[in-house]
């Protein structure tokens, strides 16, 4: 930035004088002059070129779906709506992805998974757990963000496969899926708070913990009538009770 502020007024001040004020020597800017770009950003433009080439090459986007939920956020009855999304948990071997599935009507978590990285799979398994917990007999609607997993194609596939009809937030806004959020919250403040986890693993246990043994069976919400999810569940009649 020196260099660039000495080149930019040479024709105003003396070159050797603003050196001196800025505490830089005139052979390090007439060095800078002839290679003015550092390594990093030179690497960083090619980089940036290579992104902008492979973009243009990739053929059809990701597909993007309308945001069928809109915001609708209480559901009659169980089974009906869920929503998706992901988060990350900090530790010392590096960051724990933590990817849910919340049934809209309870505010029950009925699927979830944790990796090292935050590919496709990790929502398909979150996913696929909701899926073989819950049973549903009827379409689903699965709200999510437009995260490159949620528009991948073997996401796409498993929702056909499984009569799940999806629905987007639109790009941006994270008020679209509320209730994920509000749970991502939850879990960081009551639990998660500042700390940082020794390993992955205790990470993934402290998460099971929180989830299946405090926040599903215990964690009372307003919306609930001051109940737990399952407690909420299980007052209700028909309510499907796998892998509790």
């Known amino acids: ?29 007439y060095a800078w002059v002839k290679n003015p770009l550092s390594h990093r950003a030179r690497e960083d433009a090619r980089q940036t070129k290579l992104l902008k080439g492979a973009r243009k090459d990739s053929g059809k986007p990701s597909a993007v779906v309308d945001n069928t939920l809109d915001r609708q956020f209480d559901v009659a009855a169980p089974d009906t ?36 990285r935050q590919p496709t799979d990790l929502v ?7 899926v073989w917990r819950r049973k549903p007999k009827q379409t689903v609607l699965i709200h999510t963000d437009q995260g490159s997993q949620y528009t991948s194609r073997d996401w796409a596939a498993f929702l056909r496969a499984h009569n799940i009809e999806h629905s987007m937030s639109r790009r941006g806004n994270c008020h679209d899926n509320a209730v994920a959020e509000s749970f991502f919250n939850l ?56 892998g509790v």
């Open 1 to 29: 930035m020196k260099y660039a502020f000495v080149a930019e007024h040479r024709p105003t001040f003396s070159m050797r004088r603003m050196c001196r004020c800025l505490n830089i020597h005139p052979s390090g800017f």
């Open 81 to 116: 709506t869920w929503v998706s999304d992901i988060t990350y948990i900090k530790t010392y071997e590096g960051f724990l992805y933590l990817a849910v599935v919340i049934d809209l009507y309870s505010r029950r978590v009925i699927g979830w998974a944790t990796q090292s």
């Open 124 to 130: 398909l398994q979150a996913l696929l757990m909701a």
């Open 187 to 242: 879990l960081k403040r009551e639990r998660v708070r500042r700390r940082t986890y020794k390993t992955r693993e205790q990470a993934r246990q402290d998460i099971f913990d929180y989830i299946e043994m405090f926040y599903n069976p215990r964690r009372k919400h307003v919306r609930n009538g001051m109940l737990s999810p399952v407690d909420f569940e299980n007052r209700q009649p028909n309510v499907n009770q796998e």
